[in-house]
């Protein structure tokens, strides 16, 4: 792959909205070039994935990216850059070399939601031409192995918000609908009820820069540096995409009557209100299950990587991300 500095690397997924990502592309490429931008398109679907290519065009040199897709297709472009800054081959190479840009084409598209990039792809590529950069904390989430927890067994990187537990099973199912070619908000929703209905709690310590701020029974732990999931919802919605501190909020093991009365909170913004849960900010947390049966899926922005323990943090460098300019 040869690189040319001053192009954008864009990676289009044409599984994105349910296939229909290739069709907007076409659309948005002439706009790209009508606005002056500079860039080299690059498809998954053959050999690699957005993850492969994304790491092979760093490699190469590129340092300035576009997702075209959903909030999946920003989290394996992030993988790719961040898999590469964390590796031999980097040579030195550093987050904050990197520029992240995204043409929002997904079911969800919740990560766009915290930068304030536009749904529509006229407007989206104006704010790319525009240039205007913020920084965006990447959170590397390392799955331990649970008889020896200073091995790592899988790591992945995150660009918006993860979950042990309910959370993560709700991914599951979802992400089981997706592929069975099924789309929109209320497919979050319906797993997100029957989750509850369903629900198991399970124990585990959850401890924060190394200060213990939950132990027991658990119906879900969320932890973000983004504000949205689940196709609008709010589970960390004072999170802030680049303060340097993971918002944590954990749900404890309480009655089905509390959670129905509390669900609407998560569409509303409120959710921090909530008092029966355990909040925390902080640059490291951990989550310890107490033994094999309470070892709880993991997701990371939406994808499920295994099972707890898990330790997640904040990286010392940040990456740039295009986003509108709310001065002006």
């Not at 192009?7 to 909205?17: G, P």
């Not at 820069?209 to 540096?225: C, N, P």
């Not at 989550?287 to 070892?295: F, M, R, T």
Request: charged letters at 25%; proline letters at 4%.
């Amino acid at each position: 792959m040869t690189t040319d500095n001053t192009k954008w690397l864009v990676v289009v997924n044409v599984f994105a909205a349910s296939k229909k990502a290739g069709s907007v592309w076409k659309k948005a490429a002439v706009m790209l070039e009508q606005a002056g931008v500079p860039y080299k398109a690059m498809f998954t679907g053959g050999e690699d994935n957005a993850i492969a290519i994304s790491r092979k065009a760093s490699v190469a040199g590129y340092r300035k990216f576009i997702a075209v897709g959903g909030d999946g297709t920003v989290h394996d472009v992030l993988n790719g850059i961040a898999s590469f800054v964390y590796s031999d081959q980097s040579e030195g190479a550093v987050l904050s070399d990197f520029t992240l840009g995204v043409l929002p084409v997904g079911s969800g598209n919740d990560w766009v939601k915290s930068t304030g990039v536009p749904r529509d792809v006229r407007a989206a590529v104006d704010v790319i031409a525009a240039g205007h950069t913020g920084s965006q904390d990447v959170v590397k989430v390392s799955v331990l192995d649970r008889s020896d927890k200073s091995s790592v067994n899988a790591v992945s990187y995150m660009a918006n918000i993860g979950g042990v537990g309910l959370d993560a099973r709700v991914c599951e199912i979802v992400n089981k609908k997706k592929e069975a070619g099924k789309r929109g908000k209320k497919l979050y929703v319906s797993a997100l009820l029957y989750c509850i209905r369903h629900r198991v709690p399970v124990r585990a310590k959850v401890i924060c820069d190394g200060r213990e701020v939950f132990a027991g029974k658990y119906l879900s732990i969320a932890f973000g540096v983004g504000k949205y999931s689940g196709g609008g919802m709010r589970q960390t919605p004072l999170a802030e995409l680049g303060d340097g501190l993971l918002d944590i909020a954990v749900i404890p093991d309480i009655p089905l009557w509390v959670i129905a009365k509390e669900v609407p909170r998560l569409f509303t913004g409120t959710f921090h209100k909530v008092d029966v849960l355990t909040q925390a900010k902080c640059r490291e947390v951990v989550v310890l299950p107490y033994n094999e049966a309470d070892a709880e899926p993991v997701e990371v922005d939406g994808e499920v990587i295994g099972r707890a323990p898990v330790r997640m943090e904040v990286m010392s460098e940040h990456i740039n991300v295009i986003m509108p300019d709310l001065r002006r």
